[in-house]
């Protein structure tokens, strides 16, 4: 069965960190890009981050941009997303997901196949 399990979500002070994780399973994780979604209450799901499959290539969302960093262990079949100068508009639910998107699509839903459950990030004021 193909998992994506993204974990590392929790309760923060604004200015603080968080690093979250992706564990996927049951495919060619290295075959396939990733990207961050998060969703706040009572807002669409939207864009974080994209990772190319080898990690070559990553891009942000404008407001995460000097603030999230997004990492890939092959390896591992992991993705990170490291949250640093949190401030309580990130509270949202972030999700993992993997694709292949094309180009117009690595920060649109639309372009990946997988997705996990999501993790619950909150930053308190």
């Known amino acids: 069965d193909v998992q994506l399990q993204a974990s590392g979500g929790g309760l923060v002070q604004a200015g603080g960190s968080l690093r979250l994780s992706c564990a996927a399973s049951?495919?060619?994780?290295?075959?396939?890009?990733v990207g961050w979604f998060r969703q706040a209450p009572g807002k669409e799901r939207e864009a974080v981050s994209y990772i190319s499959s080898s990690g070559d290539t990553i891009v942000y969302a404008d407001s995460v941009k000097g603030r999230f960093t997004a990492s890939r262990d092959n390896a591992k079949n992991t993705v990170y997303l490291q949250m640093n100068s949190l401030k309580p508009e990130d509270t949202a639910v972030y999700y993992c997901?993997?694709?292949?998107?094309?180009?117009?699509?690595?920060?649109?839903?639309?372009?990946?196949?997988?997705w996990g459950q999501g993790t619950l990030v909150t930053v308190s004021s």
């Open positions: 997901a993997a694709g292949s998107p094309i180009i117009s699509e690595i920060m649109k839903q639309s372009g990946f196949r997988y």
């Open positions: 049951g495919f060619t994780f290295d075959d396939y890009a």
